[in-house]
């Protein structure tokens, strides 16, 4: 499978397929040197959600963004002696996405170094190496974020199988309505979480939805619940109702996680996405493994949320494996992971 | 204008199947409600009943998905959309042009920006007595208001009244 020589030198990753400027330099595949984020301030008047605005914000920060990165790797942007540049070429907005693939392709002409296109999601589940501990496989990952909720068995890199995911709203996009409803400000995975300190989690029992024995998921019904139950209920606390409800969430995603990881014959469970720096739901994910004797990875926080890090740690693995992407690389914003998968 | 009581889930896959046969590439369907009201539920029955076979999942996170029906479609959700600089990258008028069919979730914000005619679809919720367990049980009632703004839809608007009439009834 080898055809291409193990990676042991620095790799630039970069991630634009959403609201994030993302440039990481990363070593050996494993060890981040500098991980750098800039996040838009989506909701204000520049920028914006929608792919080709989302896209001029990218085009303004994505060199600054790369120079800070190599900086703090202790790198210069003239030459900065990297082994490629691994960039996410979908899923994501496609706006955004390209200003990366573009970014990426002249750097990689400029340095002469190889390219590399990583899928997000694949990315996603390689924060898990940025860990000292290795993970070991075969693990269900939980990939949870604004925009996906999919639980992946992972029998080894490159080797994915989609057992569940969500029918209707991604668990984030459920945080951030009902913080809106609540409200609470934006994002709203962040907002619940401080007013839930606040709350009892078991002050409504809200529903958990598809406990039909399969691994998919369904969050439209609990954000309708949440509504539901505030309209005929004005004097409850905000606070229980956001306690509640994360309670909500966190229960269904750990209770599928673990079950999926026992039925698939897993050795670990693992957390990746946005939503995984949740704090409630990482400390019910480590005690919902420990008590059916499996390991957790749950990857630091700024590994979770989308970060060039991840991106550079799946194209060094890619590099290794099929080596270096042409540069007629594209965009592709609904690539799916499957599409990945060995 | 016409005003339903729909009483169910079921009901409500039931009158996105009837609203489907009159519709078009081209059409531009607009979907207002609060937050949970039922709007997902019916675009997502609207699209199986336009020929889409795969998961209709929400567009929010990403604003627009295109699906492959009867004709191309678009699901939109202007949720995360503050500015009308966003809505007008989207684009609507020229997919609607070359034959797009779109289905626009969160449209309040939208209303008075649409030179084209289109189909507005209201949903509210029908009273606050409804025990928490039919809301999430799919067995609350909500009402349901259609309106055809502009000139369009001609020679198809009195097919679409009378045929959604003819099983429903008016409320009020």
């Known amino acids: 499978m080898n055809s291409y020589p193990v990676t042991q030198g620095l790799i630039l990753g970069i991630e634009t397929s959403c609201d994030e400027t993302a440039v990481a330099v990363v070593r050996d595949g494993h060890h981040a040197l500098s991980s750098v984020i800039s996040s838009q301030q989506v909701h204000s008047k520049f920028g914006g959600v929608v792919p080709e605005l989302a896209g001029r914000e990218h085009e303004k920060q994505i060199l600054p963004v790369v120079r800070e990165a190599l900086t703090i790797a202790g790198l210069n942007m003239i030459s900065p002696n990297l082994e490629a540049i691994a960039v996410t070429m979908g899923p994501g907005l496609s706006g955004a996405l390209m200003v990366g693939v573009a970014a990426a392709k002249a750097l990689s002409i400029a340095w002469n170094v190889p390219l590399v296109g990583v899928n997000h999601l694949e990315g996603h589940l390689f924060a898990v190496r940025l860990e000292d501990d290795p993970i070991e496989y075969p693990a269900v990952m939980l990939l949870v974020s604004g925009g996906h909720t999919m639980l992946v068995l992972v029998s080894a890199p490159g080797r994915y199988r989609i057992i569940g995911q969500s029918l209707d709203d991604a668990a984030g996009e459920a945080f951030d309505k009902v913080a809106r409803f609540l409200g609470l400000g934006y994002p709203g995975g962040p907002e619940i979480e401080k007013e839930a300190q606040f709350g009892d989690p078991k002050a409504i029992r809200f529903p958990r939805a598809l406990r039909d024995g399969s691994f998919n998921f369904s969050f439209s019904g609990l954000k309708t619940a949440v509504v539901t139950y505030a309209r005929k209920n004005p004097n409850v606390e905000v606070s229980d109702i956001a306690a509640s409800f994360q309670a909500a969430v966190v229960d269904i995603l750990v209770e599928k996680t673990i079950k999926a990881a026992v039925e698939n014959g897993a050795k670990s469970v693992a957390l990746a996405g946005g939503v995984a720096a949740n704090t409630i739901l990482r400390k019910r994910m480590v005690e919902g493994a420990h008590k059916h004797q499996l390991a957790a990875c749950i990857p630091a926080k700024i590994n979770c949320t989308d970060n060039g890090a991840m991106i550079a740690a799946a194209g060094a693995w890619r590099l290794e494996n099929f080596g270096p992407s042409d540069l007629s690389l594209g965009a592709y914003p609904s690539m799916a992971l499957e599409e990945f998968a060995e | ?172």
């Not at chain 2, 004709?71 to 020229?94: A, N, Q």
């Not at chain 2, 703004?149 to 959604?164: A, H, M, P």
């Open chain 2, 1 to 172: 204008m016409l005003r339903l009581v729909v009483n169910d889930v079921k009901q409500m896959q039931q009158l996105a199947q009837v609203i489907s046969k009159h519709l078009q590439g081209g059409d531009l369907v607009v979907l207002t409600g609060d937050l949970g009201a039922g709007k997902t539920v019916f675009a997502r029955s609207l699209l199986q009943a336009l020929g889409v076979d795969q998961t209709v999942t929400s567009p929010t996170f990403v604003i627009m998905k295109n699906y492959r029906g009867k004709f191309p479609i678009e699901h939109v959700d202007i949720y995360r959309i503050d500015s009308l600089e966003e809505l007008d990258v989207l684009g609507i008028p020229d997919l609607l042009e070359e034959g797009h069919f779109v289905v626009m979730e969160w449209g309040e914000k939208a209303l008075g920006m649409f030179s084209e005619s289109f189909l507005h679809i209201t949903f509210e919720r029908l009273e606050d007595d409804v025990s928490l367990e039919d809301e999430i049980a799919g067995q609350a009632p909500r009402f349901v208001s259609l309106d055809i703004v502009g000139s369009g839809f001609t020679g198809r608007r009195n097919q679409l009244e009378n045929d959604i009439t003819g099983h429903w009834g008016v409320a009020i």
